[in-house]
């Protein structure tokens, strides 16, 4: 039988440890644990939760690495209880939602001028965001995970312990479905590639994926993982598989592959390793690459991901740092330096020693732009609106070229005015003071108005009173 070795344009992909001057220091992060990754990031910002009272949250420019002092540096500070997840709006790099343990979900709008740390990588003075653009409220405990929709504008699903799941419309501050069928503390919520469904892993052991639009499961997967620990989830793009991570009854870290149609029995089963923490799967749809992260270790695992088997097919030695994460994310795919062949970036949170930027680089010795490891990416504007998504619009994401020719400055999405309570009561107190500025106007000209016919007093009186007390 000949040897073959099979060939992968992402086959020598790698990653080195970053520099201290890359990394972001000097904060103390918040004690609350869960199943969240604790770090959100999106092209232009990250953010993480804070130690202190209120539920401070920190938000960084990718742009600006440099060490954080709390009390001089801006935060954001607004619920009444630590913040437990957080997510950006895919089609606006500004937006920022944030789950706490008040039961409210807080959405934010980052300012354009928002600076913690300048161009020396030293602490900035800055004025904390305390006002958000929109308040949901609607679960009973505390909102655990958030998940913003991956093609509709303003769309957000968001799970509590309560055991309900709900999705938002959080342009219109309204409810659109909910979920409570659930048997146990929800461990993970992921949307597929249109959006079109919405899987969620259980305490007690059942994967179930929903219709989000009418809050009904459409199919389970009874055991998904034999061990107790936490079940991560992962659509695998468009090819109809799902992935899911969790342990086996020996406690051994495993993977699973099934396929939608029929989820009587994985496709494909692999097992990991012994270690005892949480894997995190972050896919890049557009590479088909898998990477693995674990909770409390230092290794990040990359795959390759074919639609036959066996599936996975793992990529180089990946990244490995003798430095435990605490939490893992990934920087959408138009903030990366593309012209030094950066194929993906994460942004890996550690205890003691700050946030590592880890960027993979796929190795090329042109200095012209290869499209041929950066195919179209999705883009920051959304395939539809959310009325049309709840009415059954089912689209894949618009795509943008990468490309720095050809690409177009989309500038980080659109930013969306929502109209929050300051800006309608600053709004309504301006339109009143004209309203009586104007009365008083024709009052002094003696030109009726609806409303105040001249002689029946009121304006005309107080005009009356001001003249007399000016002749004095």
């Known amino acids: ?43 232009k910002y990250f953010a993480v939760s804070l130690f202190g009272g209120g539920g401070p949250l920190m938000v960084g420019r990718l742009d600006r690495p440099g060490r954080f002092k709390p009390g001089e540096c801006p935060e954001i500070q607004g619920h009444t209880g630590s913040v437990l997840d957080c997510d950006f709006n895919p089609f606006d790099d500004s937006m920022l939602a944030t789950a706490s343990e008040d039961t409210t979900i807080k959405l934010w709008s980052i300012p354009d001028d928002w600076e913690p740390t300048n161009e020396k990588g030293l602490a900035h003075s800055g004025e904390n ?13 505390k909102v655990n995970l958030l998940r913003f929709h991956p093609t509709a504008s303003n769309v957000l699903g ?21 979920f409570s069928d659930n048997g146990g503390l929800i461990q993970d919520i992921v949307w597929d590639f ?5 899987a969620t892993s259980c305490k007690d052991r059942i994967v179930r994926i929903m219709d989000p ?3 009904s499961v459409a ?20 090819s109809g598989k799902f992935l899911t991570v969790g342990a086996s009854r020996q406690s051994a870290r495993e993977v699973k592959i099934w396929d939608l149609k029929n989820l009587s029995a994985p496709l494909s089963s692999e097992v990991l390793d012994t270690a005892s923490g949480v894997l995190l799967p972050l896919y890049d749809n557009d590479t088909n690459v898998l990477y693995l992260c674990g909770k409390g270790d230092g290794m990040i695992r990359p795959f390759e991901f074919e639609d036959k088997k066996p599936f996975l097919h793992r990529l180089n030695d990946g990244y490995r740092s003798t430095k435990p994460a605490k939490g893992v994310c990934m920087v959408p795919k138009h903030g990366l330096d593309v012209m030094g062949c ?12 700050g946030i590592h930027p880890l960027r993979f680089i796929v190795p090329r010795k042109s200095d012209a732009f290869q499209d041929d490891i950066f195919p179209d990416c999705p883009s920051t504007k959304p395939a ?8 059954g619009s089912s689209k894949p994401p618009e795509t943008m070229c990468l490309d720095p020719r050809v690409r177009k400055d989309e500038n980080g999405g659109v930013k969306k005015q929502f109209r929050t309570m300051a800006t309608v009561t600053k709004e309504l107190d301006e339109a009143k003071a004209r309203i009586a500025y104007l009365e008083k106007k024709l009052v002094e000209a003696n030109k009726a108005f609806e409303g105040v016919p001249l002689g029946s007093g009121g304006i005309e009186n107080q005009v009356c009173e001001e003249k007399r007390i000016t002749d004095l």
């Open 1 to 43: 039988m000949a040897f073959k070795i099979r060939t992968s344009k992402y086959r020598h992909i790698f990653c080195d440890a970053p520099k201290p001057e890359e990394c972001w220091t000097g904060f103390r992060l918040s004690t609350v644990t869960g199943d969240q990754q604790y770090i959100k990031a999106s092209a």
């Open 129 to 141: 965001l305390t006002e958000s653009l929109v308040d949901l409220t609607g679960h009973r405990k």
């Open 158 to 178: 968001s799970c509590s312990s309560d055991y309900v799941v709900k999705v938002w419309d959080v342009e219109k501050g309204e409810e659109i479905s909910s």
């Open 194 to 198: 249109k959006g079109d469904l919405l």
């Open 213 to 215: 639009r009418a809050g």
């Open 219 to 238: 199919s389970t997967i009874e055991k998904a993982h034999e061990g107790v620990k936490s079940v991560k989830l992962q659509f695998m793009g468009e």
């Open 342 to 353: 950066e194929t993906a970036r994460l942004l890996k949170l550690t205890n003691n020693d």
């Open 384 to 391: 539809h609106t959310a009325d049309e998504w709840a009415s």
